[in-house]
């Protein structure tokens, strides 16, 4: 069973591009986490998912940024028109059918906006 | 005042040193989660606990509810313990539990 999956690893893009950062959830499990971790802070939780519902997307900025987790495919965390302060760590975690329980975390996505 | 604090935010020690890293919170609970991050930037999830005591080998996880306090220790600490361990409460907010995330502590254990 593999682990969740994050691609790509690393993503440099200009200021002004679009980023867009996949996570592929442990089989079976249908609950999606999406958290931000800036250079030399802790992690932020961004947005929570289930199969074709945002349940809460309070940590997510109010411009720019969506997710979203279709039937089918990964889950997506979308940044138009990046900016420097975008650059960070972008980590996904799943958990099973049953929420509140524990998180498995993806190796995250390196994203450096030039 | 973070409602998440981590203590120490940085901790060197010695092989086979005894090591506890504390976790105090200052909001309602469902549970605590401790991670570790490796220097590569992988996250594993230690321990998730809503009471009482966990152990997992040479790591020990305890935490009192009515103190709002949480410990890890390590014991007989090696090398390979050098990583971020991160505390992380489970906490209802507007209308979801979401993890709310401690800075870290930096652990460098010396050979």
């Known amino acids: 069973n593999a682990g969740v999956m994050q691609n790509p690893r690393h993503l440099v893009r200009r200021r002004g591009q679009e980023a867009r950062l996949r996570c592929s959830p442990m089989?079976?499990?249908?609950?999606v986490y999406w958290y931000r971790q800036l250079p030399e802070e802790g992690l932020k939780f961004m947005v929570y998912?289930?199969?074709?519902?945002?349940?809460?997307e309070s940590g997510m900025p109010k411009e720019r940024f969506s997710a979203e987790f279709p039937k089918e495919g990964p889950s997506i965390l979308r940044i138009q028109q990046v900016v420097r302060g975008d650059s960070a760590a972008y980590f996904c975690?799943?958990?099973?059918?049953?929420?509140?329980?524990?998180?498995?975390f993806g190796p995250g996505t390196r994203l450096t906006v030039l | 005042k973070n409602e998440v604090e981590q203590s120490p935010q940085n901790l060197t020690a010695q092989e086979g040193e005894f090591i506890t890293i504390n976790c105090s919170y200052s909001?309602?609970?469902?549970?605590l989660h401790w991670l570790q991050q490796h220097p590569g930037g992988g996250i594993v999830s230690l321990f998730m606990?809503?009471?009482g005591k966990k152990k997992h080998g040479r790591l020990i996880a305890t935490i009192n509810i009515q103190e709002k306090h949480s410990s890890l220790h390590i014991t007989a600490s090696h090398p390979r313990d050098s990583a971020v361990y991160i505390c992380?409460?489970?906490?209802?907010?507007?209308?979801?539990?979401?993890?709310?995330f401690g800075k870290g502590t930096k652990l460098t254990v010396n050979p």
């Open positions: 606990l809503s009471s």
């Open positions: 998912l289930q199969k074709e519902n945002i349940i809460d």
């Open positions: 089989k079976g499990h249908s609950h």
């Open positions: 992380a409460v489970r906490s209802p907010q507007g209308g979801s539990e979401k993890l709310v």
């Open positions: 909001v309602g609970i469902s549970a």
């Open positions: 975690a799943s958990s099973p059918d049953w929420a509140y329980n524990e998180q498995f």
